[in-house]
């Protein structure tokens, strides 16, 4: 099954790349540029019949490895 | 407006960082899962009133800045 885990940052933590792009853009003209921010998406293969199951599983490759729970939020979602 | 650009890289690209993290979760134990791929979420907040507009703007961004065209496909999405 093919998974995909979105990991944003927390709103109140800072993104530096973020604000660096921000810069970039409007240094290149793009003024109508508000905010910036850089996240991640990681695309997983996953083996398994039963979402629920390979979602769960998948939420615990978040807690222990793929996210940062102190900096980050994620939502993982499970493509039909 | 809020406009997501999602950045993967092409398939033929090598991806060291999600195959770091494939051999990561192995090791603790999640040996269902057969690739990681990790890839980028650019949400950008932009000053406009037409949508196709705004779309057109953050697709010239891409091509500037945002994505290396070599290397990575972006799809710009301009939320409704």
Not at 7 to 12: H, N
Not at 38 to 53: F, K, T, W, Y
Not at 60 to 68: I, P, T, V, W
């Amino acid at each position: 099954m093919r998974v995909s885990v979105a990991i944003d940052r927390r709103p109140e933590i800072a993104d530096p790349e973020g604000t660096t792009i921000l810069r970039a853009l409007k240094e290149l003209g793009f003024g109508e540029v508000a905010s910036v921010r850089m996240d991640r998406v990681i695309h997983l293969e996953v083996d398994g019949d039963d979402p629920d199951e390979v979602k769960r599983r998948v939420e615990e490759m978040c807690k222990q490895l793929l996210a940062n729970p102190v900096l980050e939020d994620f939502v993982v979602t499970v493509d039909p």
